[in-house]
């Protein structure tokens, strides 16, 4: 083995790529000419299914070289470059042969890059995938002739962010940036976590108003659909996806019984739920948007606090909006509960009058303050980009006038995102930016913090640094798991901190020996004082996994060994641990051959993109049904977009409740157009208010029927 391995040292040391710093490419070549052109992705669906507390990601792409002239007789390599998050497990490739789905097997790297090039060189048919570095891979396909697509899946395993009983993801749409021609749309299939119980997921950042639909087939069961449009997919803000967990009351514990008796687990631990010490939270959030200030526009700040408000409160917690325009605008004269609906209902007034686009920052702060004041506890955060107390003097003069005119300033929080145009100006031997001088006394003088977007931080990242720096901690915590009678072994812990947040997750993957309890010994000092508490776990409640479980663990394993400068000894043993559980390795590889070489038709692998109620034509629009808000308090807006012009006489718009019965017909004016919006005040043919619920928007058009989910709150 050990020549081999000091090949594999060589090889990957020579293929660090030179294309670290960007998010994918995509190439068309001839293997034996250098010239080369950027490929085209046709065709790509996301097919996601939650793992306990992590998401399986099924990526379907079809490559092409539309748009470069070359002919049937042409035959290319497609070359696809492309990043993903270092806590990522590769897990599986497949690649299309005719009808035939190949499932790739895994080998050392050395034996199946000669494999490969050894066919490429006979312009015979394989697919190959690399990990090139802790967030880099390659993935290479030949032959493709000139006139025709390749399909592959790609498959690999994420950890999802926990939050209270929900969990959410970044959807990875930055996968198909590279593409020559423009995709027209993506697929987002999510399935159940059981057969018993449908996904109900929903974006809440960036494409808010795409709505997932509730679909059956006959063969694959319930799933949620959902169609990204080229701005969505093209958006540099990427869709956050998000959807229930397994979580209960803090805590998940997941194990998969191994073949010869070992079991492997997975326990998710949020330590306030847990340990009921969670404090709830009142927050006021305040917008302040100058738009000559910032290349974010509004529709995108609205879009980041829905995401703030969903990912950072929680059950208990109470939250206000409030923002400027020649007034101040508030969302309630009272705290509102943080749940969904009521988010998404304040979210959805705002954006009907959203904020101005010049600032009002010391009324907007002055009426806040009071409001705090009114209400007897509760804490500011404040999301600006104004510069308009850009000078020392006229700050300290704003920050006296608030302190006077309330008995206590609550603590405020300053995410700042001016980064443009921007006031410089010199106080005390220092050079300070637009309001910078007055949010660091600011948030110094409330016992507040500070972030700002030219600390080579998106908004995204400020907001989360200004919510992870506030919130109750553990000053000191520790965990130890095992089972009543045996041990736990093989342990990798991830979100461990030495300060650790009550609502910030602790993850564990690791191994069982033994029978019993699983037991969580819990240890360290909250608000002042030690604690030493145990959980017991009963075995027989755990959630059954299936053998991914295992292929997350080695994953964390083969992870932790690759950031050890592995010696030739240790790359043994990740290529062992890589073999057996076909998760990819620096040292190892996924080669597809088509079968005349050895490679296996699969039986058993399953093409989720076929689970569809409708047929799609190839190069032909769908029809988009979408509707915002949603939930909704007032009214909603239905959107439908067509593939060619349609006259709305052809078109029937019925709103159903969850007993089937129709309850509202709406009426499209105008002519024919491949556009059209309706508005539904949540009444009834006879005008009546319609009771808070579930209904379906049912769009009958020419090409079939599409529906949409809305909720009503009264």
């Known amino acids: 083995m050990k020549p081999v391995v000091t090949t594999l040292l060589l090889l990957v040391a020579a293929v660090t790529p030179l294309w670290a710093q960007n998010y994918a490419q995509l190439r068309v070549q001839d293997p034996q000419q250098w010239a080369s052109n950027v490929g085209t992705i046709e065709e790509a669906t996301f097919s996601i299914r939650p793992k ?4 399986e990601y099924g990526l379907f792409l079809t490559f092409s070289a539309q748009g470069h002239g070359y002919t049937q007789h042409d035959t290319l390599e497609v070359q696809y470059y492309f990043e993903l998050p270092p806590e990522a497990i590769v897990t599986d490739s497949w690649l299309w042969v005719g009808d035939d789905i190949i499932q790739a097997d ?93 996904p109900d997921p929903t974006f809440v950042e960036g494409p808010a108003s795409v709505a997932f639909e509730q679909k059956t087939d006959q063969q694959f069961g319930a799933f949620a659909e959902a169609r990204l449009s080229t701005s969505h997919i093209r958006a540099q803000a990427k869709p956050k996806l998000r959807l229930q967990s397994q979580v209960a009351q803090g805590v998940y514990l997941g194990v998969y019984p191994k073949p010869g008796g070992a079991q492997v687990y997975q326990l998710a631990l949020l330590p306030g739920q847990a340990l009921n010490a969670t404090s709830n939270r009142s927050v006021a959030v305040l917008l302040d948007f100058d738009a000559a200030k910032t290349a974010v526009s509004v529709n995108q700040l609205i879009d980041q606090t829905r995401a703030l408000l969903m990912d950072e409160l929680g059950p208990g917690d109470r939250f206000n909006l409030m923002f400027s325009q020649l007034d101040v605008r508030r969302a309630s004269d009272g705290w509102l509960p943080a749940d969904e609906a009521t988010i998404d209902t304040a979210i959805g007034w705002m954006r009907g009058s959203p904020p101005s686009s010049y600032s009002n920052l010391p009324r907007l702060l002055a009426d806040a303050t009071a409001f705090i004041e009114a209400q007897g506890e509760g804490e500011i955060v404040l999301v600006t980009s104004s510069d308009q107390v850009g000078n020392a003097e006229t700050a300290n003069q704003l920050l006296n006038d608030l302190q006077a005119r309330v008995a206590a300033l609550p603590p405020i929080h300053v995410v700042d995102f ?60 520790d965990l130890h798991t095992s089972l009543s009678s045996g041990f736990s072994h093989s342990r990798y812990t991830v979100g461990l901190a030495s300060v650790q947040r009550a609502d910030e997750p602790v993850v564990q993957v690791g191994q069982l020996e033994g029978t019993g309890d699983f037991t969580v010994e819990l240890s360290g000092v909250y608000e002042g004082e030690v604690f030493n508490q145990r959980l017991t776990l009963p075995m027989d409640q755990a959630a059954r996994a299936d053998a991914t479980l295992e292929a997350f663990w080695a994953g964390h394993k083969i992870r932790a060994l690759e950031e050890s400068n592995p010696s030739n000894a240790t790359i043994a043993e990740i290529i062992d641990l890589s073999l057996d559980t076909r998760v990819l390795s620096r040292y190892t590889a996924f080669l597809a051959l088509e079968p005349s070489l050895g490679g296996t038709p699969c039986d058993t692998c399953r093409d989720d993109t076929a689970a569809t109620t409708t047929e799609q034509p190839v190069g032909e629009r769908a029809v988009v049904a979408t509707a915002y808000p949603n939930p909704f308090r007032r009214h909603t807006t239905l959107t439908l977009s067509l593939p060619q012009p349609t006259d709305p006489a052809e078109i029937t718009v019925q709103v159903f409740n969850v007993l089937g019965q129709v309850v509202r017909t709406l009426t499209l004016e105008g002519g024919p157009s491949e556009q059209f919006e309706v508005l539904w005040d949540g009444t009834d043919n006879a005008g009546q208010q319609l009771g808070s619920g579930t209904y379906l928007i049912v769009v009958t058009t020419p090409t079939g029927r599409h529906t949409v989910k809305v909720a009503l709150i009264r």
């Open 418 to 477: 001016a980064d443009r145009n921007l006031n410089y100006y010199s106080f005390g031997g220092r050079t300070y930016r637009a309001n910078e001088f007055f949010y660091l006394n600011l948030t110094r003088t409330t016992n507040g913090t500070y972030a700002t977007v030219r600390d080579n931080m998106t908004l995204r990242e400020a907001i989360e640094q200004v919510f992870r720096l506030d919130g109750s901690a553990f000053t000191s915590f």
């Open 52 to 55: 306990g507390v992590y998401l």
């Open 106 to 198: 895994i080998r050392d790297r050395w034996t199946a890059n000669n494999v490969y090039e050894g066919i490429v060189s006979r312009r015979l048919d394989p697919s190959i995938l690399y990990k090139n570095s802790p967030t880099q891979y390659e993935l290479r396909i030949f032959p493709m002739a000139g006139t025709e697509s390749r399909r592959v899946k790609l498959t690999y395993l994420m950890p999802a962010e926990l939050s209270g009983e929900q969990m959410a993801d970044v959807l990875p749409t930055h996968l198909l940036w590279p593409s020559h021609q423009p995709l027209q749309q993506a697929r987002v299939l999510v399935w159940p976590d059981s057969d018993t119980e449908p």
